[in-house]
């Protein structure tokens, strides 16, 4: 379990792709932000578990830009116009690996993931068309080890 956290909406859902505004985004219902930190009736912190907490996960792995690991999206490469999109690919493949081997190294050492928390493959890794040369659109599904898919949508600006 983990404390549900905020992200900016990007309007855009699906397979393929689509986009809608904020009046009409289905994702956030308008509000601009999904996964709001909320709290219940009892004031206690709403947590995520299971499959969104996989999503959460690998969008803040994707997201952080670099860590002293070297693991986690380097927004540097989206300079490299030529080869933008292998090169995307390819550190998205990287950085969700990294997490798989992270999540093992942790079961060794006694923690326990939810079949639904621990990723089984990456299915996958689609680098979509923007109109706006300054930001990528990525699709990611992932399977957990329960069957369940994970489908994460990334907006990334350069």
Same mark, same amino acid.
């Given at each position: 379990?983990? =404390? =549900?956290?905020?992200?900016?909406?990007?309007?855009?859902?699906?397979?393929?792709?689509?986009?809608?505004?904020?009046?009409?985004?289905?994702?956030?219902?308008?509000?601009?932000?999904?996964?709001d930190i909320s709290?219940?009736?009892?004031?206690?912190?709403?947590?995520?578990?299971? !499959?969104?907490?996989?999503?959460?996960?690998?969008?803040? !792995?994707?997201?952080? *830009?670099?860590?002293?690991?070297?693991?986690?999206?380097?927004?540097?490469?989206?300079?490299?116009?030529?080869?933008l999109k292998s090169?995307?690919?390819?550190? !998205?493949?990287?950085?969700?690996?990294?997490?798989?081997?992270?999540?093992?190294?942790?079961?060794?050492?006694?923690?326990?993931? =939810?079949?639904?928390?621990?990723?089984? *493959?990456?299915?996958?890794?689609?680098?979509?068309?923007n109109p706006d040369?300054?930001?990528?659109?990525?699709?990611?599904?992932?399977? *957990?080890?329960?069957?369940?898919?994970?489908?994460?949508? =990334?907006?990334?600006?350069?």
């Open positions: 379990m983990d =404390l =549900l956290g905020i992200t900016i909406c990007d309007h855009i859902v699906g397979d393929p792709i689509e986009k809608f505004t904020l009046e009409n985004c289905p994702k956030c219902n308008g509000k601009g932000v999904v996964g709290f219940d009736s009892n004031g206690k912190v709403n947590t995520v578990g299971g !499959i969104e907490l996989l999503k959460q996960k690998i969008k803040k !792995i994707l997201t952080e *830009s670099t860590r002293d690991t070297g693991y986690g999206f380097n927004y540097n490469m989206l300079s490299y116009n030529d080869k090169g995307v690919k390819s550190e !998205i493949y990287r950085c969700i690996n990294y997490l798989i081997n992270l999540q093992k190294e942790k079961e060794k050492e006694g923690f326990y993931y =939810l079949p639904t928390e621990k990723i089984d *493959s990456i299915d996958k890794v689609d680098i979509l068309e040369p300054r930001k990528v659109e990525i699709l990611i599904v992932c399977k *957990s080890t329960s069957g369940k898919q994970a489908e994460i949508n =990334l907006s990334l600006e350069v």
